[in-house]
């Protein structure tokens, strides 16, 4: 191993990831003068920071949950701005609409923390695009080998043969999923021919923030709409954050609705059984196990930094390719299935 003259462009400090050459943290989870921040949601944009950096298609959704006075300076795909003689610029992560890796490079060293980051295009942002690195900062949700997602096309058909089948005996299909991104991209790919779509008040302003940015969603009304028939709620799509299951909202779709949850923990039967919902449908913002290997493998890092999810195995896996690779202590969630507190509001 050859020996290391130039410091690290990233380190690990309380408040969050740090870029000691520019003087900038990347997603901290405590307040600092200059946050870079991958994406909106609420793990990785915190309140509080003196001066934002995202992409631009993250503003609308961080005005919305921080204010609208915060300080922000957005960046194109690709874009280059140098801060104290970093050049930074921000690349598609595939996570949610806005989610972006920041390319750092500084002394000839290039480093990329990828935020949260998913392999297949969904429709509804970017898809993750590899950004050759000397360092590589990943996450590891979903990082162990029992985590492989079905093929969109094959997620789909469940769901829509699902929402098909409950319209048959008169039950309103409720699918709860992530506000954010979760919810959007369920949108995108289900056939709306099958019903009506309802969605909660968490979840349309985002449906509106997607719209207005040219992603193409489906015609969908809120529970209050007046010109949804009571006599069509039998055969309505209902997708709501996962906090409705335990809200009275849910009783105007009748005494006995069928209900679902989309995540990637759906994998594990124990965690549908603990929701206490009919099915459970596998479908994550996040990259499974083979996703993370193939992304990490593509950017030709010889040095990996691993963040959050399943730790330990990743590191392992990355030293067995030959890899360095070691954790980064952070303090970002497992929000695959989290409610995103800040976005919701009234039903
Ligand atoms: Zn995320
Ligand atoms: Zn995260």
């Given at each position: 191993?050859?020996?290391?003259?130039?410091?690290d462009?990233?380190v690990?400090?309380?408040?969050?990831?740090?870029?000691?050459?520019?003087d900038?943290?990347i997603?901290?989870?405590r307040?600092?003068?200059?946050?870079?921040?991958?994406?909106?949601?609420?793990?990785?944009a915190?309140?509080?920071?003196?001066?934002?950096l995202?992409?631009?298609?993250?503003?609308?959704?961080?005005?919305?949950?921080?204010?609208e006075?915060?300080?922000?300076?957005?960046?194109?795909?690709?874009?280059?701005?140098?801060h104290?003689?970093v050049?930074?610029?921000?690349?598609?992560?595939?996570?949610?609409?806005?989610?972006a890796?920041?390319?750092l490079?500084?002394?000839g060293?290039?480093?990329?923390?990828?935020?949260?980051?998913k392999?297949?295009?969904?429709?509804t942002?970017?898809?993750?695009?590899?950004?050759?690195?000397?360092?590589?900062?990943?996450?590891s949700?979903?990082?162990?080998?029992?985590?492989?997602?079905?093929?969109?096309?094959?997620l789909?058909?469940?769901?829509?043969?699902?929402?098909?089948?409950?319209?048959?005996?008169?039950?309103?299909?409720?699918?709860?999923a992530?506000?954010?991104?979760?919810?959007?991209?369920?949108?995108?790919?289900?056939?709306?021919?099958?019903?009506?779509?309802?969605?909660?008040?968490?979840?349309?302003?985002?449906?509106?923030?997607?719209r207005?940015?040219g992603?193409r969603l489906?015609?969908?009304?809120?529970?209050?709409?007046?010109?949804?028939?009571p006599?069509?709620?039998?055969?309505?799509?209902?997708?709501?954050?996962?906090?409705?299951?335990?809200?009275?909202?849910?009783?105007?779709?009748g005494?006995?609705?069928a209900?679902?949850?989309?995540s990637?923990?759906?994998?594990?039967?124990?965690?549908?059984r603990?929701?206490?919902?009919?099915?459970?449908?596998?479908?994550?913002?996040?990259?499974?196990?083979?996703?993370?290997?193939?992304?990490?493998m593509?950017?030709?890092?010889?040095?990996?930094?691993v963040?959050?999810?399943?730790v330990?195995?990743?590191?392992?896996?990355?030293?067995?390719?030959?890899?360095?690779?070691?954790?980064?202590?952070?303090?970002?969630?497992?929000?695959?299935?989290?409610d995103?507190?800040?976005?919701?509001?009234a039903?």
């Amino acid at each position: 191993m050859t020996a290391r003259s130039d410091p690290d462009l990233i380190v690990a400090r309380p408040e969050g990831l740090y870029c000691p050459a520019g003087d900038f943290h990347i997603d901290p989870w405590r307040p600092v003068a200059r946050a870079v921040i991958t994406h909106a949601h609420s793990d990785h944009a915190r309140w509080g920071h003196g001066h934002y950096l995202a992409h631009e298609h993250s503003a609308p959704i961080l005005r919305r949950r921080l204010g609208e006075d915060i300080r922000l300076q957005t960046l194109r795909y690709g874009e280059v701005i140098e801060h104290h003689g970093v050049r930074l610029s921000l690349h598609p992560a595939g996570h949610v609409l806005g989610s972006a890796q920041v390319r750092l490079e500084h002394a000839g060293e290039v480093w990329v923390a990828s935020g949260d980051y998913k392999l297949e295009s969904d429709g509804t942002c970017p898809p993750f695009e590899p950004v050759r690195c000397h360092t590589f900062i990943t996450e590891s949700t979903f990082g162990l080998p029992i985590y492989r997602w079905p093929s969109q096309p094959a997620l789909f058909e469940e769901i829509n043969a699902w929402w098909q089948a409950n319209t048959v005996q008169g039950r309103a299909s409720v699918l709860y999923a992530y506000a954010l991104g979760k919810a959007q991209r369920l949108l995108h790919g289900v056939d709306p021919t099958i019903g009506p779509i309802v969605c909660h008040g968490a979840v349309e302003p985002l449906n509106e923030v997607y719209r207005a940015l040219g992603v193409r969603l489906p015609t969908t009304r809120r529970a209050t709409d007046e010109s949804l028939d009571p006599g069509q709620l039998g055969r309505a799509l209902v997708i709501a954050p996962p906090s409705a299951a335990r809200s009275t909202w849910l009783r105007r779709f009748g005494p006995d609705p069928a209900d679902a949850f989309a995540s990637g923990w759906m994998q594990l039967r124990g965690t549908r059984r603990r929701r206490g919902v009919d099915r459970g449908f596998v479908v994550s913002d996040h990259a499974d196990w083979p996703g993370l290997q193939s992304a990490i493998m593509a950017t030709g890092a010889q040095r990996v930094f691993v963040t959050h999810g399943s730790v330990p195995t990743m590191v392992r896996w990355l030293c067995e390719q030959g890899l360095q690779a070691q954790a980064f202590a952070t303090e970002y969630g497992a929000e695959d299935d989290q409610d995103d507190q800040d976005v919701s509001e009234a039903p």
